[in-house]
């Protein structure tokens, strides 16, 4: 497997915008399937944002219109933009591929 490795994070306020960043060590083009997902404090990981390797993308209903993924194959980097952040953004986010690499998180809190 291989160490994904997140970047991005921070506190900003609510409405405010953040960008996260998921460096591969290696070629992104061949990953069919790049996510992200986000676990807050007491609650279950979940699923935020998925993106193919055609660019085909879908969205966690809460996110919809809000966040928008993209990946770009010749930086080796996935992409999350999050803007109109809301208190209940704040997670620890996490990139993940289909063949089942981690990284290692990144915090974003958003406060009223």
């Known amino acids: 497997q291989v160490q994904l490795v997140e970047s991005g994070g921070g506190q900003v306020q609510a409405v405010g915008s953040l960008r996260l960043s998921c460096a591969a060590p290696?070629?992104?083009?061949?990953?069919?399937?790049m996510r992200w997902y986000r676990q807050a404090p007491g609650k279950e990981r979940e699923l935020v944002a998925m993106?193919?390797?055609?660019?085909?993308?879908n969205y966690a209903d809460s996110v919809k219109g809000r966040f928008t993924i993209s990946r770009d194959n010749a930086k080796n980097t996935l992409y999350l933009q999050m803007n109109s952040l809301k208190p209940e953004d704040t997670a620890v986010y996490y990139c993940?591929?289909?063949?089942?690499?981690w990284g290692q998180g990144t915090q974003v809190t958003v406060s009223p």
């Open positions: 993940n591929t289909c063949n089942g690499d």
């Open positions: 993106i193919l390797s055609s660019g085909v993308t």
């Open positions: 290696g070629s992104i083009f061949s990953i069919h399937v």
